[in-house]
């Protein structure tokens, strides 16, 4: 175990910049998930931790060693790929004694560590099986097997679970969880995946462009995303982005909001004085506030403003309904209930938790602090 | 009760116009292939000589066939030859491809170079050779001339080397095959597993021999079983080389055959020996074929 820093890593392929200097610092046994589309530089990180690729500019260190120069193998890093890359010809106890043999460890020594990461990952009996034999959950497995066996300083996984079906990736999911709760280890995880990377990380780094946008907790990136991008890129269903201009209303900052009611459209003036300090000389100038769906609630609370809206189209999920609803001639997203049931249809009350609202530079996408 | 509709003729024709295509192919197949094979067989059993005659003696021309020392010395060749150009040309050939797999530069032309002797019939690379290795004008004759007095490069004329000759002109024609192959399949081995091998301390030639190379089998099965029909039925190639000589030294089945049907008036001994190299080929390619098409359906 051991942690990992990453100093101002840049990687050019001739005039392209793929990634333009990223910086990030982790500390041993944290769980890492890079964050972002596919193109915007995550896994070609990854393939640098791992030694797969030269950095152009920068630094990468594990534990207190520059590993720059430092061939793959000897970086004592283990990767678990998204194609799994198990070695076709070999079975599976071959497969994950493969790393231990090419480093020397004697035969019974090797038996015995395949056989405890066996148990642990639950494959026992399906060692002397050909990868060609096993399904996509059980090859997953092996290839986690092959990383575990090695007990490296830090684990990297290449989009290890979008090879699978919903439910296995569930399963999966949870089960690197545990691992990485079990062994503490240093893990760096890249997906596309938003929901595997709230799960799982410990701290997020989200990539565009090949810059980060925001490193911080899953809860720190939901509840206050650095930007525009980051608060469209977290968040299922994605978080609703209105264009208002801000007033000064009679409690502090507030901005008029159309809501289609009953047939017609009636303008709201939304109340913004939870954000007064944020808004301050921004008042008469246009902002974007964002409001993740759940902050729009069926129903009269006090948690919030209450209006009343006309339900365009309802979507149940199973768990959520969710409503589409029609501010300033734009989709709107609600949270209508929790569960199936009810069906909801008309003009209804919603409850709006402005002071949970983000709100954004409209120029340079940065939310207002 | 309802009557169908009577089907057009212009319908049926075009329901069966797959068959009719085919039909002509197939039937020129069955014919001049299975029909020709059917009748070599039954003329094997007769006393034909310099004309076919279709009266039966049973095996007599087999065991003649297996009596001439032609023939033995025939079937030895084809062993020897068979095997090491097999062999050699696997080897060659995975050897270069391994070497180009190295991100080299003008890897396309290189690889040009080495395949083209394939597009190059047999009677043209055993002119060349014969050309190459003759004694008095070839090889030999440059390196006594550059001063090397002693050198000798004789195979094409000495009884027992004879045959090599002829597998270095056969392996220089088919290796650059062999090499397209693996290379082809060199380049479909996922690259991840390439990576995963050396973040688990693989060493180059460690990754191409413990996890490369095995996952390549069925190629290699490929590349032996094209390799060796091609061996079997070399002709052109001795014909042009060696002329199946000195003496008869370097002959294999395909000129025996040539030579007892079309020269010496055995046509009979002839096709003796050519259901003789049938059964050799079928031999090899009917448990090929049979463990491909099985290992499909299993797909």
């Known amino acids: 175990m051991a942690s990992l820093t990453i100093k101002n890593a840049v990687k050019r392929y001739g005039h392209v910049e793929v990634l333009k200097g990223v910086s990030i610092d982790l500390r041993d046994g944290e769980f890492l998930v890079l964050l972002g589309a596919s193109g915007c530089g995550k896994s070609t990180l990854l393939n640098m931790i791992a030694g797969l690729e030269d950095l152009t500019e920068g630094e990468i260190m594990i534990g207190d060693r520059v590993v720059n120069d430092v061939h793959p193998k000897d970086r004592d890093i283990a990767m678990v790929f998204q194609s799994y890359a198990l070695y076709p010809t070999m079975t599976v106890g071959q497969n994950i004694a493969f790393g231990l043999e090419m480093r020397g460890v004697p035969k019974a020594e090797r038996a015995l560590r395949v056989e405890q990461v066996a148990k642990t990952l639950r494959m026992d009996h399906l060692l002397d099986r050909k990868p060609a034999q096993l399904s996509g959950g059980q090859r997953q497995r092996v290839a986690m097997g092959r990383a575990l066996v090695r007990d490296p300083e830090v684990f990297l996984f290449d989009e290890p679970l979008s090879n699978l079906d919903a439910k296995l990736r569930l399963e999966m999911r949870t089960e690197i969880k545990r691992l990485h709760k079990r062994l503490n280890a240093t893990m760096v995880y890249v997906t596309h995946d938003q929901i595997e990377a709230l799960t799982l990380a410990d701290r997020i780094a989200i990539l565009k462009d090949g810059e980060v946008q925001q490193l911080a907790s899953p809860a720190e990136i939901y509840e206050h995303p650095a930007n525009m991008f980051v608060a469209g890129l977290v968040g299922s269903p994605p978080m609703n982005f209105l264009d208002i201009t801000v007033e000064a209303g009679e409690a502090g900052p507030a901005a008029w909001v159309t809501l289609r009611a009953d047939g017609a459209d009636k303008p709201v003036l939304l109340d913004l004085s939870a954000h007064t300090a944020r808004l301050d000389g921004y008042v008469g100038r246009k902002v974007v506030m964002g409001l993740r769906p759940e902050m729009i609630s069926q129903g009269t609370t006090d948690a919030g403003q209450c209006v009343q809206c006309e339900i365009d189209v309802t979507e149940a999920t199973g768990a959520d309904t969710l409503c589409v609803l029609n501010w300033n001639n734009q989709e709107v997203l609600a949270r209508g209930t929790s569960g199936y049931t009810k069906i909801l249809e008309g003009t209804m009350d919603f409850t709006i938790e402005t002071e949970r609202a983000c709100l954004f530079d409209p120029e340079s996408g940065l939310r207002l602090d | ?299």
Request: with cysteine; net charge positive.
């Open chain 2, 1 to 299: 009760m309802l009557t169908r509709p009577p089907v057009k003729f212009i319908d049926r024709i075009a329901r069966a116009l797959p068959q009719i295509v085919v039909a002509p192919g197939f039937a020129a197949i069955l014919y001049f292939v299975y029909g020709f094979i059917i009748w070599t067989g039954y003329i094997s059993l007769t006393k034909s000589k310099m004309l076919p005659n279709y009266t039966l003696i049973g095996t007599r021309p087999y065991e003649r066939l297996f009596q001439m020392d032609r023939w033995s010395v025939a079937i030895e060749n084809l062993f020897i030859f068979g095997f090491l150009f097999v062999f050699v040309s696997v080897v060659v050939g995975c050897l270069l491809a391994v070497l180009l797999d190295q991100k080299i530069r003008a890897e396309g032309f290189i690889r040009t170079i080495y395949l083209y002797p394939m597009a190059i019939s047999f009677i043209i690379t055993g002119t060349a050779w014969k050309w190459i290795m003759n004694p008095s004008l070839g090889l030999e004759k440059v390196i006594r001339d550059w001063g090397w007095e002693s050198f000798r490069f004789g195979w094409t004329v000495d009884n027992n080397l004879a045959i090599y000759a002829l597998v270095m002109a056969a392996v220089w024609q088919a290796s650059g095959f062999a090499m397209a192959l693996f290379l082809s399949a060199l380049r479909s081995v996922d690259q991840d597993i390439i990576k995963a091998a050396s973040l688990d301390g693989a060493s180059p030639w460690r990754i191409y021999l413990r996890i490369i190379l095995p996952s390549m089998r069925p190629v290699f099965m490929s590349a032996m079983v094209i390799l060796s029909h091609l061996a079997i039925k070399s002709f052109d190639l001795v014909v042009a080389l060696t002329g199946g000589g000195p003496g008869y030294a370097s002959t294999l089945p395909a000129n025996f055959m040539y030579e007892m049907t079309f020269r010496r008036n055995e046509i009979a001994v002839g096709a003796a020996s050519a259901m003789v190299m049938l059964a050799t080929v079928a031999a090899i390619m009917v448990p090929y074929l049979y463990s491909e098409l099985r290992g499909k359906k299993h797909v």
